[in-house]
């Protein structure tokens, strides 16, 4: 693609993807490369700017990523964020060393000069912060730009060689200006005019599919999620009755789901898709039994799911690709070069070594969820399923905390029922805002806890479940922070719960963010 071209360096930080995400928004194309990309190979791409990432090394050990300091003599615009910043003040005659005091989540950043990169920025401003290590001293030709009551460089720059660094993260919305930050960066420092646009996106991505494809069977995997529904009609429009969509309904979907995606999507909805259904319910269920760890059981359902489609696929002939709706957030939390794994996801880290396929084609591996919808819209989808709860590929085996029984799969699917009705007529009584609107919540679900409690029902003792209730506000579900619901709303919700759903006596709410939880349970 012929536009102006923005470098991620990945040193392996959790937040490396917003980074570009960040970049994006500001209209600017932005690639993702491991810090192992040569500099012979950064020059030959042409970037505008080049942005280092965070990571969880300490810049000063014995097997910490370096990179060649020739990059400094480009003449190309550098931002390092944390790691990156340690590692440009280690490189270029800095110290780095162990901070007496740890900084992490919000914290008020001092500003101390507003030339550069801090020009629209308030005198003391929240950042986000997630660091052990500091800059205890600025090389000789940088000028500190900022500190904390901790950290005594918060951000230096060397205007003349267009090298900056900043501790905090600009890419995390907790970053009140962070947006400003990464603006003046792309568009006054590296002089980006901002081309690129989801519209270019969509219709690159079909040509290129279509091009790669040639006349060769396409599998989908659709789950009826926003991911693989988008990934679906981008694919149709790219090679049309070439593409065969497989929904495996695994037992483990939402109340009613596995006929709500076959309305839309199959022989009498909308779209003109080959669609088959695979009902799996009792073959995933054994596979399940007695697994508790969480890893495993999102393997196992990631390796079956590959098994499923195999088989289908043998039915329908030689088929070259398997399309699946992977996306951003699921590839860095899976792990990437050195970062590290939070969780397998069953479409990334949870394959099984060998798949029989030519090729996995994963259209939207580039996009944050908020992008997936806006190419949704792009594609013409309508709005209603565009902004559809989003729902993890292993499903209720992840809300199920410990082993998964068909008994408990009718608990979290009944009880996550009823908190999405009220959520719903909270929506229309404006009590929460609805989708498109601000405010809106990013995701909300219930998940059967593996904890039991004494109750008491009519005048009787019981020992029964507690179900968890969550609700996030996010974008990007990278970070969130738990959503205020209405007081109402949750007295509503937890006393339809307890009276409607058979060996349940207890609901509670969590209110932990992401960090240092994740969105979903397991």
Partial sequence: MNHELIIVLDFGGQYNQLIARRVREEGVYCEVYPYTLSLKEIKAKAPKGIIFTGGPNSVYGDDSPQYDKAIYDMGVPILGICYGAHLMAHQLGGKVETAPVSEYGRTEVDIDNKDGLFKDVS??????????????????????????????????????????????????????????????????VCGCAGDWQMDSFVENTIANVGKKVGGGKVLCALSGGVDSSVAAVLLSKAVGKQLTCVFVDHGLLRKNEGDEVEAVFGPDGPYDLNFIRVNAQQRFYKKLAGVSDPEKKRKIIGEEFIRVFEEEAKK?????????????????????????????????????????????????????????????????????????????????????????????????????????????????????????QSGTIGQYFAALTN???????????????????????????????????????????????????????RVMYDCTGKPPGTIEFE
Wanted: aromatic share 8%; net charge negative.
């Fill in 123 to 188: 005198d003391k401003t929240i950042c986000w912060m997630s660091h052990t290590d500091y800059i205890s001293k600025a090389p000789a030709d940088f000028t500190v730009t900022a500190h904390t009551s901790v950290c005594p460089v918060a951000a230096m720059e060397n205007r003349e060689r267009k090298l900056y660094a900043l501790q905090p993260h600009p890419e995390v919305m907790h970053t009140v200006e962070g947006k400003k930050m990464l603006e003046v960066f792309v568009k006054d």
């Fill in 316 to 436: 329908i002939g030689t088929v070259d690709f398997l399309v699946q709706g992977t996306i951003y957030p699921d590839v860095i939390e899976s792990g990437i070069g050195k970062s590290a794994v939070i969780k397998s996801h069953h479409n990334v880290g949870g394959l099984p070594d060998y798949v029989d396929f030519k090729e996995i084609i994963e259209p939207l591996r580039m996009l944050f969820k908020d992008e997936v919808r806006r190419a949704g819209l792009e594609l013409g989808i309508p709005a209603y399923l565009v902004y559809r709860q989003p729902f993890p590929g292993p499903g209720l085996g992840i809300r199920i905390i410990g082993d998964v029984t068909e008994e408990k799969v009718k608990i979290v699917q009944d009880a996550d029922a009823i908190y999405r009705e009220e959520i719903a007529a909270a929506m229309e009584s404006g009590l929460i805002p609805k989708y498109g």
């Fill in 451 to 505: 904890m039991r409690s004494v109750g008491v029902m009519g005048d009787f003792r019981t020992y029964d479940y507690a179900i968890a209730l969550r609700a996030v506000d996010t974008s990007d579900f990278m970070t969130a922070e738990a959503t205020q619901l209405p007081w109402e709303v949750l007295q509503k919700v937890t006393t339809r719960i307890v009276n409607e759903v058979k060996h349940v006596n």
